[in-house]
């Protein structure tokens, strides 16, 4: 069955740098569109990223453009989010999510999320 | 891209039924039939509940449908059941490649 398995975060000062990987298996990755998903402690879900599933476009959020780079190797069945200049209200749980076949970006697998904590 | 506005929170007695507003603007909700709903129970992935406004993935209970009017979309949970309670989640393609979450509803079954 389709399994999302993030890993990369932890706890990181303001202003340096870390990156998320999310471990996809179970369907063949290089055909889906994905995306990073997090959700800041308290709050609720804030849309991050989207990756192509040939990885020929992408787009992230005003709140990390600049900042967070959402990436794919498909010889790997693995996403990425590096993220830098990292700041206190980046901190959340971080997941990955699957875009599924329909239209308008329906997100049918997530993964369990990965906790990113910016504090000095 | 500001998030859609839900209510925060909505109750219901078991067996019972209860709405979620998620109010968008022209150029989200209201432009785009690409309304979507998640239920999460903390401490677990999200679940996709229902796509293009109204759609149902196979393996979600017919309880659970949506609709859309204007600029506000909804989801109805009927029959209320006790592993209903969780916090739901509307979200819309929002164009120029965004996506847009809504704020959010918990909702207790009493």
């Known amino acids: 069955q389709v399994q999302l398995v993030e890993s990369g975060g932890g706890v990181v000062q303001p202003g340096r740098s870390l990156r998320l990987s999310c471990a996809a298996s179970g369907f063949t990755f290089g055909s889906f569109g994905m995306h990073w998903v997090r959700q800041a402690p308290g709050k609720g879900l804030e849309w991050v990223a989207v990756?192509?599933?040939?990885?020929?476009?992408?787009n992230s959020a005003d709140s990390v453009k600049d900042r967070f780079t959402i990436s794919r190797d498909n010889s790997k069945n693995t996403l990425y989010l590096q993220m830098n200049s990292l700041r206190v209200e980046d901190t959340a749980l971080y997941y990955c999510?699957?875009?599924?076949?329909?239209?308008?970006?329906?997100?049918?697998?997530w993964g369990q999320g990965t906790l990113v904590t910016v504090s000095s | 891209q500001s998030a859609l506005t839900q209510p925060p929170s909505a109750s219901g007695s078991p067996g019972q039924s209860v709405t979620i507003s998620c109010t968008g603007t022209s150029s989200d909700v209201g432009f785009y039939d690409y309304v979507s709903w998640y239920q999460h129970h903390p401490g677990k992935a999200p679940k996709l509940l229902i796509y293009e406004v109204s759609e149902r993935p196979s393996g979600v209970p017919d309880r659970f449908s949506g609709s859309k009017s204007g600029n506000t979309a909804s989801l109805t949970v009927s029959g209320l059941q006790a592993e209903d309670e969780a916090d739901y989640y509307c979200s819309s393609f929002a164009g120029s490649n965004s996506y847009v979450f809504g704020t959010g509803t918990k909702v207790t079954v009493l």
């Open positions: 999510a699957r875009e599924g076949y329909n239209d308008g970006w329906p997100l049918d697998n």
């Open positions: 990756i192509w599933s040939d990885g020929s476009n992408k």
